[in-house]
């Protein structure tokens, strides 16, 4: 199976900016980054892990209302990566965030995850 290894998350102050990346690897990496929709999620303590950011193969965007406007996310089908650009953040984006499949923006999640990225907006 593919293995799926976050980076980019720290420390910033509200109103900061981080740029989070996720590369793919392992077998038929390649393969399946190039025909997978995949997303942004994130896990604040106590609450549930959401979908944050979608991205489909063509480049077609979704975001979830409470990102709309301050992050972005892009893919690079060459290198099997995955980044979500974050901007204005506010103390609420502080989560661990994780990268992985988002075949539709609702409905079962992935099973296996990576370690996840954490990011932490102070205030």
């Known amino acids: 199976q593919v293995q799926l290894v976050e980076s980019g998350g720290g420390l910033v102050q509200v109103g900061g900016s981080l740029r989070l990346s996720c590369v793919v690897s392992?077998?038929?990496?390649?393969?399946?980054?190039?025909?997978?929709?995949m997303g942004w999620y994130r896990q604040a303590p106590g609450k549930q892990r959401e979908l944050v950011a979608r991205?489909?193969?063509?480049?077609?965007?979704n975001y979830a209302d409470s990102v709309k406007g301050r992050f972005t996310i892009s893919r690079d089908d060459n290198n099997n990566a995955l980044y979500l650009q974050m901007s204005s953040l506010k103390p609420e984006d502080t989560a661990v965030y994780y990268c992985?499949?988002?075949?539709?923006?609702?409905?079962?999640?992935?099973?296996?995850w990576g370690q996840g990225t954490q990011v932490t907006v102070s205030s």
């Open positions: 992985n499949s988002a075949f539709r923006w609702t409905g079962p999640r992935p099973t296996h």
């Open positions: 991205i489909t193969v063509p480049g077609s965007t």
């Open positions: 392992g077998n038929y990496s390649r393969t399946y980054f190039s025909i997978t929709a």
